[in-house]
C-alpha cells in the first residue's frame, strides 16, 4: 500500500506538490491522471526518495519513505523505461542483474529469475539478446526486472507511452495479473481512455493536488457528466494536457 500525506514541493518558481494526499491499496490498480505538469512526476520521485519534500511524507506499506529508505524500497518496483534496455544482455542476465542489485544472493536471484520469466512467458526470449527485440519483448523484460524481487507495489510513469498497441494490451493483461495477485499497481498516465480502461480508483491532479478521486463511475457521477472524457474536463477545469 502506497500513502502520499500531505506533500508539499516547490521546484523553482513552480508549485509542483501543493498539500498532495491520497492512497493506492494492495489488490487495485490505481491511477494518477493529470495534465502535463500536473505533479505526477514529482510525486514519484518523491515516493521513490530521489527528490525531498518540502513538507509531508510518503509512506511504502507504513514505511516513511525518506526515515527509512533502503526498507521502503525493498517494497516498490520501477517499471523502467523499455526503450533503455542494455541491449548486449538476454532478458535472462538482465533480470538476474537486477535481482542481485536488490540483494538476492546468486543462487536465489537466478530461482527468481526463471519464476519471473516463467510467469511472463519469456522462456523462448530468456537467452537472446535483447538488441533487436520488438517492442512488447522489451517491455516485458523491462516488467520482469521491475517485479524480480517481488515488490508488493509496483509503480509506472507512464507505461504506455511509445508502445504499440499490441504490447499495450500485453501490459495491461500483466497489470491485471498483478492485481489479481494482490499487488498495489499504481500508475501515472495523461492519457484518458487507459486510465478508464485498467483502473479501480483514479486519482485526479491538476496543478500539485488531488481534484478528485474514486473509480471511473463514481467520477462520472461526481461531475454531473454523462462520461468520462467530460467528467475528467469538468473536474479538471479544462482539457489541456491531458490526452484522450
Ligand atoms: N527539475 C525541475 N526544474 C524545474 N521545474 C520542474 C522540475 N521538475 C518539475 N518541474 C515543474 O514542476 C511541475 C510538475 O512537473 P511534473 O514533471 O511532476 O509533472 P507531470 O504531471 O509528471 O507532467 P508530465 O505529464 O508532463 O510528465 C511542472 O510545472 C514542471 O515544469
Redesign the pocket.
Known amino acids: 500500500m502506497i500513502q502520499i500525506d500531505n506533500l508539499s514541493k516547490r521546484?523553482?518558481e513552480?508549485q509542483?506538490l501543493d498539500q498532495l494526499s491520497f492512497s493506492a491499496e494492495d489488490g487495485q490498480i490505481t491511477g494518477l491522471l493529470?495534465p502535463?505538469?500536473?505533479?505526477?512526476?514529482?510525486c514519484l520521485r518523491v515516493l521513490f526518495d530521489l527528490l525531498k519534500a518540502d513538507s509531508g511524507a510518503a509512506f511504502v506499506d507504513g514505511t516513511q519513505v525518506d526515515k527509512e529508505p533502503v526498507v521502503a524500497k525493498q517494497g516498490l518496483g520501477l517499471f523502467p523505461d523499455p526503450f533503455g534496455l542494455y541491449e548486449r544482455l538476454t532478458p535472462r542476465e538482465y533480470i538476474e542483474y537486477f535481482a542481485s542489485l536488490n540483494g538476492m544472493p546468486r543462487a536465489h536471484a537466478k530461482e527468481a529469475t526463471q519464476k519471473v520469466l516463467d510467469s511472463l512467458k519469456m522462456t523462448d526470449i530468456a537467452d537472446r539478446r535483447c538488441k533487436g527485440f520488438s517492442q512488447g519483448q522489451r517491455m516485458k523484460t523491462a516488467l520482469a526486472q521491475a517485479i524480480v524481487h517481488q515488490p508488493k507495489n509496483i509503480i509506472l510513469d507512464?507505461p504506455t507511452r511509445g508502445l504499440d498497441v499490441m504490447s499495450t494490451r500485453v501490459l495491461r493483461g500483466i497489470l491485471s495479473d498483478l492485481r489479481a495477485q494482490g499487488h498495489c499497481v499504481l500508475f501515472?498516465s495523461?492519457v484518458m481512455q487507459e486510465v478508464a480502461a485498467l483502473c479501480d480508483r483514479v486519482i485526479l491532479m491538476s496543478k500539485g493536488k488531488v481534484v478528485a478521486q474514486g473509480s471511473p463511475q463514481e467520477l462520472i457521477e461526481l461531475s454531473g457528466e454523462n462520461n468520462l472524457e467530460d467528467a475528467f474536463i469538468r473536474l479538471i477545469g479544462s482539457d489541456e494536457g491531458i490526452a484522450a
Open positions: 521546484i523553482g513552480v509542483a493529470g502535463n505538469g500536473a505533479g505526477k512526476t514529482t507512464e501515472s495523461h
